[in-house]
Structures are given as C-alpha cells and as structure tokens.
C-alpha cells in the first residue's frame, strides 16, 4: 500500500468480483462507516499484504482501528464489530 490511514480507519481488503466483498462494502456505506477500501486487482501487492493481516487467502479481510481482523464475516460480525468501537 502507497498511503498511509489514520489509525481511527477501517481498512477493507476486497475485489469487486467478490460476492462477500460486494456485501460487506454496502453494509459498511449504508452504515455510514468511514473505510478505506483497497482493491486488490487495482492493486494486486496488496494482497500480500491483507494475507500478512489475517494468515488466510480469503477476502474480504476488514482492518478495525483496534488492530483486530475480521476474514469473511457476517452481516452480523460487522455489525458487532462496529458496535463494539463505538462505530454505529
């Protein structure tokens, strides 16, 4: 990654041709959620970076400013997530 993000951002690492990356994207949007959204065929480096994040290949891998990880979750992993850092 070439830019550096506040450590207050939600950092997304997804594909546009990932169902799972598609719904997290839109939860977070209708949310109201402040992202940072890196798009691993505009910039294929960064996958190594998401699998360095989370140990996995899997997308989407959602960066929290606690410095946890979330690897493919639910509506509802989210939703917790957000709740728990006060982010909804």
């Known amino acids: 990654m070439t830019t550096e993000t506040p450590?207050?951002?939600i950092t997304?690492?997804?594909?546009?041709?990932?169902?799972?990356?598609?719904?997290?994207k839109?939860?977070?949007d209708e949310l109201g959620?402040?992202?940072?959204?890196?798009?691993?065929v505009a910039d294929p480096s960064a996958a190594?970076?998401?699998?360095?994040?989370?140990?996995?290949?899997?997308?989407?891998v959602v960066l929290y400013p606690d410095?946890?990880?979330q690897v493919e979750p639910s509506n509802a992993d989210?939703?917790?997530k957000l709740r728990e850092l006060d982010l909804v």
């Open 48 to 60: 190594d970076v998401a699998r360095d994040i989370s140990g996995r290949t899997n997308i989407p």
């Open 78 to 80: 989210v939703e917790s």
């Open 12 to 24: 997304m690492f997804g594909a546009d041709w990932c169902r799972d990356c598609i719904r997290t």
């Open 67 to 69: 410095a946890s990880f």
């Open 33 to 40: 959620v402040p992202y940072k959204y890196v798009d691993l």
């Open 26 to 28: 839109k939860q977070l």
């Open 7 to 9: 450590a207050e951002t």
